[in-house]
């Protein structure tokens, strides 16, 4: 069974950093393209990072508003892939999702949202 599970969110001031694991299952992250995705309160879920399989020699994306801030890895067991946080804002308060599905190779389909496999999430706060 293909799985996804999400962890390390937890809250910090703005300013800090967190890293997000997204451990997977039943499948190699390094054979297809994983996104990350956060859904902010009263707001719809949106896509925010992504990494492509080795196809495409694991390519990585970032939307405009986390760029510089944001990295994407997987590490060499490829079982995970990590987002990493730094410089967190007020703004980047929200759940965070990590997805993928077994027909994409490359970030274009991830970045659509209609994918086959998401974990459950893990909340990001940042306050002062």
């Known amino acids: 069974q293909v799985q996804l599970v999400e962890s390390g969110g937890g809250s910090v001031q703005p300013g800090g950093s967190l890293i997000l694991p997204c451990a997977a299952s039943g499948f190699t992250v390094d054979d297809y393209a994983i996104g990350w995705f956060r859904q902010a309160p009263g707001k719809e879920r949106d896509w925010i990072s992504c990494i492509g399989s080795k196809s495409v020699h694991h390519s990585p994306y970032y939307r405009d508003s986390v760029e510089g801030r944001f990295i994407i890895s997987r590490d060499l067991a490829e079982i995970k892939v990590f987002l990493k946080m730094e410089n967190l804002k007020l703004e980047d308060v929200a759940t965070y999702y990590c997805?993928?599905?077994?027909?994409?190779?490359?970030?274009?389909?991830?970045?659509?949202?209609?994918?086959?496999?998401w974990g459950q999430g893990t909340l990001v706060t940042v306050s002062s």
């Open positions: 997805s993928s599905d077994v027909y994409y190779t490359d970030c274009a389909g991830v970045m659509t949202g209609i994918l086959d496999v």
